[in-house]
């Protein structure tokens, strides 16, 4: 997968996007074992990559994608949460977890009124993500290393041993630079 940092653009000639198509909307909101909580925005500095499978007569599907939402405008601060998931096949929900298909990490030390005796890094161990959208278009094609405006919609909801529980809303339209998987085993929560 390509890491593509959200804002940049990646013009070619035949782009008709532009990079005003981009847009941005999440929230994390994280819930602590004594009843506290804090939330940030995530859209201070996104990365984001996709791979997508590519046939002659059907749309881009994206078969795998990575989201890093940081809750933090200057670098150097640890707040940010990453979204991996593999066997996409659509929207639809996802487990979270090892060996699910969905994996979830978030580093809290810097984020806004997370309490001291919180503040490290989480992976989920368990949880959902429920996807509404997730396209790359409606032509049919081989777009490899192609800029797709690429559309990520959705919820999560996770929980880590020590009980940090996350949950996420993100809506994102950004420009990803086609790279071809084949078809993957869907791998949708029964």
């Not at 601060?77 to 996409?88: E, H, N, P, R």
């Not at 810097?110 to 309490?115: E, L």
Request: proline fraction near 5%; glycine fraction near 10%.
């Amino acid at each position: 997968m390509a890491l593509v940092g959200f804002g940049c653009s990646y013009k070619k000639v035949g782009d008709t996007g532009s990079p005003e198509s981009q847009s941005c909307d999440s929230l994390v909101d994280l819930q602590f074992p004594d009843g506290t909580w804090a939330s940030f925005g995530g859209c201070n500095d996104v990365l984001v990559d996709a791979t997508f499978e590519f046939d002659p007569d059907d749309p881009p599907e994206i078969r795998s994608f990575r989201i890093q939402l940081a809750g933090q405008e200057q670098p150097g601060f640890d707040c940010w949460l990453i979204i991996t998931a593999t066997g996409i096949c659509g929207p639809g929900s996802y487990d979270v977890g090892t060996g699910q298909s969905t994996f979830v990490q978030y580093e809290i030390h810097d984020c806004p009124y997370v309490p001291d005796r919180y503040e490290a890094g989480y992976t989920a161990k368990e949880g959902i993500l429920l996807l509404d959208e997730v396209s790359a278009g409606s032509e049919t094609g081989n777009f490899t290393d192609q800029p797709l405006l690429t559309h990520l919609a959705g919820a999560l909801e996770t929980t880590t041993a020590a009980e940090v529980n996350a949950s996420v809303s993100f809506d994102l339209s950004v420009f990803i630079r086609g790279e071809d998987a084949e078809e993957s085993t869907c791998d949708k929560a029964d």
